[in-house]
């Protein structure tokens, strides 16, 4: 993973859900066995957090959470406010890190810790998400807007896959020199970047993920499975 650390997320996400799937068991669960192996793997993936980052299973568990509120396109407050908490922490996080192109000194002192930063992102996003996929965009342009982000949504996975493979690129033509100023040419370098991430994750979508149908239905066809005889008519 030294050259696509993107992939550092993948680690977290199997034990998001088996720790998930761990509590469903203790509280579902109808036999003591059952239950009891919940707890040895909800206590597992507990055990695997003191190495990884914790914070990262409570922003995951906001998310998860945000499943649970009713979604209503009327409620204009929370998707303003979400998105809002969202912004401050996205923009909190930013500057949490080095940043080379701005002196910030003046407000360091005032910058949450880095992960505060990262659950106030969380968190706005958990309050944000519920109205906002529910919401229908009136007019030409919001529905535009809509067509596109669906088109992005769907390679979204393959450009977290492919963004820094396709960074290391430009890197390696000598594009990954710092801009230490806002100007003309930094902000044209960053836009190219931009778009060539997008459309290296649109193209890796296009030959490999949106694939999966199609050979998700060629191994059924070749391997099909056969019900039990009691399910057969």
């Not at 303003?80 to 909190?92: E, K, Q, R």
Request: aromatic letters at 12%; one cysteine or more; a positive charge.
């Amino acid at each position: 993973m030294t050259n696509n650390t993107s992939l550092w997320s993948l680690s977290y996400e199997v034990w998001f859900y088996v720790a998930a799937g761990a509590v469903a068991l203790v509280v579902t669960g109808s036999s003591l066995r059952g239950k009891v192996w919940g707890l040895i793997l909800a206590f597992t993936s507990m055990a695997i957090f003191t190495r990884l980052e914790a914070s990262y299973f409570f922003i995951w568990m906001l998310g998860a959470l945000a499943y649970f509120i009713g979604r209503d396109p009327g409620r204009i407050v929370m998707l303003l406010s979400g998105g809002m908490l969202a912004l401050l922490g996205a923009v909190s996080a930013a500057l949490g890190t080095e940043v080379n192109s701005l002196d910030i000194g003046w407000i360091s002192g005032l910058i949450p810790p880095r992960l505060l930063s990262l659950m106030l992102l969380g968190f706005g996003v958990s309050l944000a998400l519920p109205p906002l996929v529910v919401f229908a965009p009136m007019g030409r342009i919001g529905k535009m807007a809509e067509s596109c982000g669906s088109m992005l949504a769907a390679s979204s996975y393959s450009l977290y896959l492919i963004h820094r493979p396709v960074l290391k690129l430009w890197g390696h033509m000598g594009g990954d020199q710092a801009y230490t100023r806002f100007d003309a040419w930094s902000l044209t370098m960053f836009a190219l970047k931009i778009m060539s991430c997008l459309l290296a994750g649109w193209l890796f979508y296009l030959l490999f993920e949106k694939q999966t149908v199609h050979v998700r239905r060629m191994l059924m066809r070749r391997n099909p499975v056969t019900p039990p005889a009691e399910c057969r008519l």
